[in-house]
């Protein structure tokens, strides 16, 4: 007599289109109850042929193309390019064109981990602390627009620096600036990792080893969380960023350990606005005078570019971590090549990990917990037994906020 086997897991499949994931991905999990037992992660649900569409521009138009892969990284990606033009050519960036990249940069930095902070707030019911964050991260925004005229895609971006400089004259907007987030950061901090609710639904969640980050090649503030002392700022020094002081920021700064979970990634992040702001400090005290640009006839650079034969890597620590742009050129108006890497790719296989064994519950703040670069919309679709039903937007959030009411009970 043969006992036949009762399966008692079922597929969830969540995506490609999903509010916690900014651009279409599918996840297909295995679940037992509430708790997953697997995952599956796939890609290539959204192909804008943004390489190709470069093939057929000349370099100083790929500036602004480069700036549409990501409104968040509007600046690091434009610059990255740059670096990749700029090695290819042989071109020598004026010094404080550097000094102006790293204030640019930390400042994009800045906004995009605190709207972060307020993603993550949000995923686990935390509206008034998204409110909060979202209305610090318009001071950087509104700093953004001070200095470059634009509030997203910024314009600020220059093969061989930057096309706008920062006269004495805008220093004291940006150290007020700075001091108003100097003023909030133990607000926000104790707000983040005080709470109880907060590590009740961070602590121990979304687990990623320091041998899982480092095998699997997890990069940014996902890989330090874990304890990885990973940082293209440091490792391969670019811009003005060897002049700096400044460190790799690991949570065991304040815990005295590390956990890898989605709290570490918190604590990093945090951390990390304060390292920016301090950046800044440090570039406006040091940033020597002269020339933004190498070339400042656009004619003429161009004329110059057409006769390069060869290739470049820019490699930039974006706030999700590495971002690189690769470029070949031929000897022509448009290059023969184009690739870009962005950081959530890298960061993509580190989910699995993360998920398998967590519930339910915490899909939203673990995905959410790397900062993908992935756009969103809002329906989840769970097939068991052949049957199909859907759990939209609302439900699956609501799934999350009643975990954190539990916890509260």
């Known amino acids: 007599m043969t006992t036949a086997k009762t399966k008692t897991t079922y597929q969830l499949p969540i995506g490609p289109i999903h509010p916690a994931l900014k651009e279409p991905v599918l996840f297909e999990f295995e679940i037992e109850g509430e708790k997953i037992i697997d995952v599956a992660v796939r890609l ?19 500036l602004y193309l480069a700036e549409r892969i990501c409104g968040i990284c ?30 640019h940069g930390e400042l994009e930095r800045i906004c995009s981990h605190i709207l972060w902070a307020g993603v993550a707030a949000h995923e686990i019911g935390f509206d008034s602390v998204l409110f909060l964050t979202w209305e610090m991260r318009e001071k950087g925004l509104d700093l953004t627009e001070y200095l470059t005229g634009n509030r997203v895609t910024k314009g600020i971006t220059m093969i061989g620096g930057v096309r706008r400089d920062i006269t ?9 600036t700075l001091e108003y987030y100097k003023k909030n950061f133990e607000k926000l901090s104790h707000i983040f990792l005080d709470d109880k609710t907060f590590k009740l639904r961070c602590q121990d969640v979304g687990v990623l080893t320091k041998e899982e980050a ?39 700064i304040v815990t005295g350990e590390i956990n890898g979970d989605v709290y570490d990634r918190i604590i990093v992040r945090l951390l990390e606005v304060k390292q920016s702001v301090e950046l800044i400090e440090q570039c406006l005290d040091r940033m020597p005078a002269g020339d933004i640009v190498a070339e400042s006839k656009l004619v003429k650079l161009l004329a110059n570019l057409k006769k390069v034969n060869s290739e470049g890597l820019g490699r930039m620590e974006a706030p999700r971590g590495e971002v690189f742009h690769y470029v070949k050129m031929r000897e022509n108006e448009s290059p023969y090549c184009w690739k870009v890497r962005a950081p959530t790719y890298a960061n993509i296989l580190p989910w699995i990990p993360m998920l398998k064994g967590s519930q339910i519950a915490d899909i939203p703040i673990i995905a959410a917990s790397t900062d993908p670069c992935m756009s969103c919309t809002n329906r989840v679709a769970i097939v068991h037994q052949k049957k199909q039903y ?6 699956l959030h609501n799934m999350s906020v009643e975990k954190t009411r539990r916890f509260m009970t």
Not at 168 to 176: E, L, N
Not at 390 to 395: F, G, T, V
């Open 44 to 62: 290539g649900h959204v192909h804008r042929g943004i390489e190709w569409a470069a093939t057929q521009r000349n370099p100083l138009q790929i």
């Open 74 to 103: 509007s600046y690091c990606h434009p610059m990255a390019f740059a670096l990749a033009v700029e090695r290819a050519a042989k071109i020598q960036v004026p010094e404080r064109a550097q000094y102006l990249r790293i204030i």
């Open 168 to 176: 004495s004259d805008m220093i004291p907007a940006i150290r007020k």
């Open 214 to 252: 480092v095998k699997l090649n997890a990069v940014g503030p996902t890989t330090r969380a874990s304890g990885v002392k990973k940082d293209v700022r440091l490792d391969q020094g670019y811009f003005a960023y060897t002049d700096l002081d400044f460190d790799y920021i690991t949570p065991d």
């Open 390 to 395: 859907e759990l939209d937007k609302q439900q």
